[in-house]
T-cell receptor, first 109, second 116 residues
């Protein structure tokens, strides 16, 4: 079966750095997405990785290792508004999007 | 970027009634629309994929006679929850990927459905 694992919940301090991990086992791979979802709202796109390595976009970076079936989202200089759920999603060989359950990130002052 | 407008944002209805949710693509033509459902503290679950001018493709376990999807034009897709029951209370979100298969999804703002 296809599976995506991410921690259920993480807590971090304002101004700090946090890394949210995602591991996947899917039928093929056509890219990995990270989305941010605030409570009661729809997800918004953060990043897309299809090649190995680190993609940096402002305070957020996303890393991919296809051989390890592993990705992480790195958030720097955490702000209170970063409190949200972070969803990892993988495009399989049929271009079907497989979603992780999401990681709820709690930022404390 | 591409904008998807979803209405209503929230709706409360009585058990047994039907509710229609609309999603419009405002600045592009949406050939395909994905309909998701999300229960509290759970991830997105794909319900069905609609393609303009053809029948929707439903995921396993989703009743196509209960969740009617219409995609009659390139700018409008609708989901009708028929004979709603309290267990249908959920967050329904439409999305599309105007850039193609490996492009990011653009989501509507979602509809919070509460069935009493």
């Amino acid at each position: 079966g296809q599976n995506i694992d991410q921690p259920t919940e993480m807590t971090a301090t304002e101004g700090a750095i946090v890394q949210i991990n995602c591991t996947y086992q899917t039928s093929g791979f056509n890219g990995l997405f990270w989305y941010q979802q605030h409570a009661g709202e729809a997800p918004t796109f953060l990043s897309y990785n299809v090649l190995d390595g680190l993609e940096e976009k402002g305070r957020f970076s996303s890393f991919l290792s296809r051989s390890k079936g592993y990705s992480y989202l790195l958030l720097k200089e955490l702000q209170m508004k970063d409190s949200a759920s972070y969803l990892c999603a993988v495009l399989d060989s049929n271009y079907q999007l497989i979603w992780g359950a999401g990681t709820k990130l709690i930022i404390k002052p | 970027g591409a904008v998807v407008s979803q209405h209503p944002s929230w709706v409360i209805c009585k058990s047994g009634t039907s509710v229609k949710i609309e999603c419009r693509s405002l600045d592009f033509q949406a050939t395909t629309m994905f309909w998701y459902r999300q229960f509290p503290k759970q991830s997105l679950m794909l319900m069905a994929t609609s393609n303009e001018g053809s029948k929707a493709t439903y995921e396993q376990g989703v009743e196509k006679d209960k969740f009617l999807i219409n995609h009659a034009s390139l700018t409008l897709s609708t989901l009708t929850v028929t004979s709603a029951h309290p267990e249908d209370s959920s967050f329904y979100i439409c999305s599309t990927n105007p850039g193609g298969d490996n492009s990011p999804l653009h989501f509507g703002n979602g509809t919070r459905l509460t069935v009493t």
